[in-house]
């Protein structure tokens, strides 16, 4: 049992990782919400005196605010049903006898090991260049017209892009879980003569119906998030602005600091309410 | 399973497994090629696969960039000072609320997760500005700080899951006997943690490693990681396919290889122990 000296103890282990959590959640929170309040040019004469709502009003009613809004929620809804369609199917075949599991396992993990700008420039240069890219290559060997991705479908190859590297997490986190699963209650479905698709829809899909879950809330914090993908690529460019990318270039290219924190404090308002869902889930599975 | 799969169904799997795998991976595989190639065969037409003279000129030349040790060292020296540091602060923490839990323990757990959620972009000129006053923009000591302290959150959270799993008897046993809170951690907590301690180490190396946020925007040219360094071929020498490739593989090949050993930590790590 612990003792009360074991407290006392215990408190000043667990203090320098909550005081340092603390501030920096707080001192950079606080320091956004004043400016979001402000009129604060730091290239245009510094702290121009408080603007009340201003700022927030301003961010979503500036014309670059509602194809924000679109691209974000076209880039992560795609991604999120691209990487947990195939991320299920992958991991089902994953999950089936074969020579050489392990081998193809890491084939299909590597994509998320690739640093960000490595995978964009990779892309952007190596497999999308308009004439020396692999696909242009391929566009032509069939007799087509190569695509200009990066500029034509721009916000389509961000996509892909994203994909490719989220594919792995979805696919390895769903076959934990298909691992995870009773393989008795699957062979007398089978048995009884249940056919695979039911045993899908009836027994497997259920079960994963929580990593599903899982994958949708972590990845979306994430997806929110994608920054370099977007700088390396297309800079922001041919409709491939985002929030956070939108926010970036208030704040870093344009230093409109005021302007920029409040479409911060909109972005943790969004982020926040993924994150209480996922909170929810992962502190059911503490107590459990 | 009770019965025999049949050798026809595994033959069907392997080979629809195989391919998918290796499209997946083609990226990589074609970076590794490419970077082996001359200028001109990396851009060949139609493009060649293996048949070409292989050579190593592309990594001479990348490696002859004045620059490129340094990027190298920045990367090395901020993705393990960040993964030392936090791993310093972490193991206390996480010591102390997984075996003298409180009430409030899970709160706390929970909200540190919360500050894990908070977007970078959000409180990007706060740290920008913060860095500046303090003389940290551009310097390899505010990025160990600040990757450190954006996945401290996640190695607090993997060594709880693991110190939990250390049965806490051998602790009340070590106590009867007398041993003194230091003797406990040091001679019986530390050896049975090392395993989960070393994979931690290993995820948020990786996590460090590829981190492309705070990396881009808080550095210019003395402190850039590789992250940087890549980037920096964005254009016009990203036409250099070749040594773009060679450049790009030096900076993935360690991180893949030491990924490869962490696939098992990183469910459960970037999971926050959800899915195990």
Redesign the interface.
Known sequence: ??TQ???T???Y??A???V??LG??L???I??LV?SFKRYLPLRGGDLGWTGFDNYIRFVTSSAFWPAVVTTLILVGSVLIITVVLGIL?AL??N??????G?????????????????A???????MDPV?G?LA?LW??FGAEPVIWLSDVSLGSIVLIVS?QW???AT??LL??IQ?LD?EQL?AAEMDGAPPFKRFAFIILPHLG??VT?VIL?QT?FL??I??EI??TTGGAFGTRTL?YL??QR??ESQN?GL??AG??Y??I???I??IF??R???K???A | ???A?SQQ??II??T???V???L??F??L??IL?SFKTEATA?A???VFLNFTWTLENYTAVLERSNYARFLWNSIIIAGGSTILGLI??I??A???A??P?KRT?D???W????K??????????????FIKMGLLDSRLGLVVVLM?IN??II?WMLYTYFKEIPGEIL?AARMDGAS?KEEVVYILTPMAIPGIASTMLLNF?LA??E??WT??LTAAKAAP???F??S??SPE??F?AK??AA?TM??AP??I???FS?KQ??SG???????
């Not at chain 1, 089936?96 to 599991?101: A, D, F, I, N, R």
């Open positions: 049992m612990a000296q074991s407290r103890t215990a408190r282990m667990l320098p990782a909550v340092l959590l920096w959640m001192v950079p929170l320091m956004t400016f992958l075949l994953l089936q006898p074969m020579w050489g599991q081998i193809v396992r890491i084939l299909v993990i590597a994509p998320f090991f690739v640093m960000p700008t490595v995978t420039l990779v892309w952007k240069n190596m497999f020396n692999l290559h032509r060997f490719w594919l792995p997490f390895l986190i934990t879980a995870s393989g062979e929580r990593a899982i972590i914090i929110l998030a920054f370099a700088f390396v956070t926010i970036f704040v870093l600091v920029g924190s911060g404090v972005a943790i969004l982020a926040n993924v994150a996922l909170m889930i992962v502190g599975n503490l107590d | 399973m009770a019965r799969v169904r595994k799997n392997t629809s497994a195989w998918i795998g290796l997946i991976f990226p990589i074609w970076t490419t851009i037409d139609p493009p602060i972490a206390p923490a010591w102390s609320m075996f003298v409180s899970k706390i757990l929970l540190m997760l919360s500050t959620m908070l977007p970078a972009v959000g409180v990007l000129y706060p740290i920008y500005l913060l302290l401290l959150p607090i009340e809170l990786i490693w590829n492309a946020f881009l925007n590789l992250t940087a890549i980037a071929y964005s990203g036409l396919f773009l490739s790009s900076a993935i991180i893949l030491l990924g490869w696939q990183l469910v970037l999971t926050f122990g959800a899915v195990k």
